[in-house]
């Protein structure tokens, strides 16, 4: 792991004492870890979100009920692969 100094207001180092001592995080390190990873995972829905707008304006087909249950199966595959992973993390 890489070491990065970070620079921060005396207000940002009063709330990050105040979320170290919650005991969620152990370190600050810990916290700005899971802020990224927070981060990453917004930015995945954001962009997520502008795919599934996108397609709203394309040319849209239509699914059967089989073709439905084996995208929804296969969404949640997929969706259970990253938790797994991101709990792992």
């Known amino acids: 792991m890489q070491a990065l100094h970070v620079t921060i207001t005396p207000e940002q180092q009063s709330y990050l ?11 600050a390190s810990e916290y700005v870890r899971s802020l990224i990873r927070e981060d990453q ?7 997520l979100e502008a795919k599934l707008l996108a397609s709203l304006d394309s040319d ?14 296969r969404m949640t595959e997929k969706i259970d692969a990253r938790r797994r992973s991101r709990d792992k993390a």
């Open 41 to 47: 995972r917004r930015m995945a829905q954001d962009q």
């Open 60 to 73: 849209a087909i239509e699914l059967d009920d089989a073709a439905l249950d084996m995208l929804h199966r």
């Open 17 to 27: 004492h105040q979320r170290l001592e919650t005991g969620e995080y152990a370190t």
